[in-house]
């Protein structure tokens, strides 16, 4: 049975950095594409990032420059680095991936950037 599971969350400073990680267990995660999702409150959920099977990555504009997405298929386990904070970034963030033919979630980690 594949999960994931989202950690590193948490209170950070605005300027700030936090860095998450998303443990894939139950299956090899060797170059699978991998999305970070974030929602706020009274918010659709929106994609942060993402790296391609190629390594390929995209950003949102909102944070471009600022965070990077990695993974490190020896550890089966993705990762979001962010830097400069800032308030807009509270949101609860999810990770996802593709697996074979099936996209798996974790559960989520919250994030509350606050002086």
């Known amino acids: 049975q594949v999960q994931l599971k989202e950690s590193g969350g948490g209170l950070g400073q605005p300027g700030g950095s936090l860095m998450l990680s998303c443990a894939v267990s139950?299956?090899?995660?060797?170059?699978?594409?991998m999305d970070w999702y974030r929602q706020a409150p009274g918010k659709e959920r929106e994609l942060v990032a993402s790296?391609?099977?190629?390594?390929?990555?995209n950003y949102a504009d909102s944070v471009k420059g600022r965070f990077t997405i990695s993974r490190d298929n020896g550890k089966n386990t993705g990762y979001l680095q962010m830097n400069n904070l800032k308030p807009e970034d509270t949101a609860v963030y999810y990770c996802?991936?593709?697996?074979?033919?099936?996209?798996?979630w974790g559960q989520g980690t919250q994030v509350t950037v606050s002086s």
């Open positions: 996802n991936v593709m697996i074979g033919v099936r996209l798996y």
């Open positions: 139950g299956s090899r995660f060797v170059g699978n594409p």
């Open positions: 790296i391609s099977s190629r390594g390929i990555t």
